[in-house]
Nanobody
């Protein structure tokens, strides 16, 4: 069983920063690929940042240049650094990882990010 625990969400003013963390524990072999998704109220879940297995990263146009995904493989943890936050970044953020051995995928429970003055 693999558990993902997210942290770092909260309320921030426009222009502020937050760093989300997603720590995997349990029977995980390692992180093959990772991504962060978000779901705004009344909208579908969208992928905002990805760290695929090929070593590159990919970002949604709306966050490019402001968000950065990274990982610490030794800690089985994925991060999302979010800078210059805007009200439209408000939503529940979910991490998604793929196990490096089984290629099973797992979702975090979600963490709320609210950008408001």
């Amino acid at each position: 069983q693999v558990q993902l625990v997210e942290s770092g969400g909260g309320l921030v003013q426009p222009g502020g920063s937050l760093r989300l963390s997603c720590s995997a524990s349990g029977t995980i072999s390692g992180i093959y690929a990772a991504a962060w998704w978000r779901q705004a109220p009344g909208k579908e879940r969208e992928r905002v940042a990805a760290d695929p297995a090929d070593g590159g990263t990919d970002y949604a146009g709306a966050v490019k240049g402001r968000f950065a995904i990274s990982r610490d493989n030794a800690k089985n943890t994925v991060y999302l650094q979010m800078n210059n936050l805007k009200p439209e970044d408000t939503g529940v953020y979910y991490c998604h990882i793929v196990d490096s051995h089984s290629y099973d995928d797992y979702w975090g429970q979600g963490t709320q990010v609210t950008v408001s003055s």
